[in-house]
């Protein structure tokens, strides 16, 4: 069992409001991961981190930002939401090196109304 | 974007039958993983294979990878119920892990 967790689990929420989801990972991963994901569909990297202090956008736009304060906490804020957000969110993170495997933890279902 | 393309796209089967789905990449890999996702849930690792081996073998997953035709395949023997589920390919180049689409797997009681 993966030691990573995501909070809130499912949130519903107004157009407008801002709001951040929670993602934190006691295995002392360097890099994390943050994903979109549609019901059924491929998985779309949004925002990733190599460590504290680092973050980079991913290969599909998003209106969200990141922040790497702490190794073990990858919070992803939605300043203003909107209903093209509706989405699962998918956390992630991995150990430094390319054998190592990912570890997601169980996703954040958002529907702006 | 994505490196590895899943083929079927849905795949549904009886219980007991096996299911057979491939991967297929573009660029030269460390390795390939492969990951199961139920319905709502985060994905979760069931299988890597390293560029220098062939096959691998885990409980009822096997596991192939053929680096001249840049494609790899997961079968699951004796396919139970509890294996619906979304299973994507992962490729890992250069510390950079991309995933595919996914086949969605039904198997019917």
């Known amino acids: 069992e993966a030691d990573i967790y995501q909070t809130p689990r499912y949130l519903v929420i107004g157009t407008g409001k801002k709001i951040t989801l929670e993602c934190s990972q006691t295995m002392g991963h360097d890099k994390m991961y943050w994903y979109q994901q549609d019901p059924g569909m491929e998985l779309h990297l949004i925002h990733y981190s190599y460590g504290v202090n680092s973050t980079e956008k991913g290969d599909l736009s998003s209106e969200s930002t990141v922040s790497r304060i702490r190794t073990e906490h990858f919070p992803l804020t939605l300043e203003s939401a909107r209903p093209s957000h509706t989405s699962q969110y998918l956390c992630?993170?991995?150990?430094f090196g390319g054998g190592e495997t990912q570890y997601f933890g169980p996703g954040t279902r958002l529907l702006v109304l | 974007s994505q490196q590895g393309e899943e083929d079927p796209q849905a795949l549904s089967i009886q219980e007991g039958e096996n299911a057979t789905m491939n991967c297929s990449y573009k660029t030269s890999i460390n390795n390939l993983q492969w990951y199961r996702q139920n319905s709502g849930r985060g994905l979760v690792h069931l299988i890597l294979?390293?560029?220098?081996?062939r096959e691998k073998h885990s409980g009822r997953l096997r596991v192939t990878l053929d680096t001249s035709k840049k494609s790899s395949s997961l079968l699951i023997t004796a396919s139970r119920a509890a294996d619906t589920a979304s299973y994507f390919c992962a490729t890992v180049a250069d510390n950079d892990m991309r995933f595919g689409a996914g086949t969605r797997l039904t198997v019917k009681p």
């Open positions: 992630a993170s991995r150990a």
């Open positions: 294979i390293r560029s220098n081996e």
